[in-house]
């Protein structure tokens, strides 16, 4: 079956306040759910960027899904961003703030070499903070960052913008 992003955003189901009071968090385990559904996301993100990746950067702990899919269409290899304390080797970190405080992302040092065309995926486009922290730490690597890509963007709160100057793509906007 051949899925629109309007049958595809209607697998994307609504959580009222969770994880706390006032937060609609968008829950992609139906989309996951759907073979066909999962497949066709991948390929609409992977489609753009085919040929011009070497690795795809999952950022903790969705973004690990679709990027390692997306890493796996392109015939590209897989990094990973995660949170303090949970990649084993050396690593590079970067900050980035959240409503109420902040928090921090790690890269092994060794994640890849330079110049490596880097292309960052998420399942979500919010604030833009941890994408952002993303790019710092790819750029701390030396790497040349493709592109941003989500399945989700949240346009109300403005994380494109934080973004650039890189580009960013988003399968569906809510």
Known sequence: ?????DQLRALI???P?????GIIFKDITPLLGRGPAFHAVVDHVA?????SVDIVLGIESRGFIFGAAVAYALNAGLAVVRKPGKL????????YALEYGSDALEIHRDAFGHPTRVLIVDDLLATGGTANAACNLVEQLGG??????FVIELKALGGRGRLRPHPVSALMEF
Do not use: L, S
């Not at 306040?17 to 009071?21: I, S």
């Not at 084993?88 to 970067?94: E, W």
């Not at 040349?144 to 890509?149: E, G, H, P, S």
């Open 47 to 51: 489609e753009a960027y085919n040929g």
């Open 13 to 15: 189901r609504d959580i």
């Open 17 to 21: 306040d969770f994880p706390k009071p």
């Open 1 to 5: 079956m051949t899925y629109t992003i």
């Open 144 to 149: 040349q960052i493709v592109a941003c890509a």
């Open 88 to 95: 084993p080797a050396a690593t590079f970190a970067a900050q």
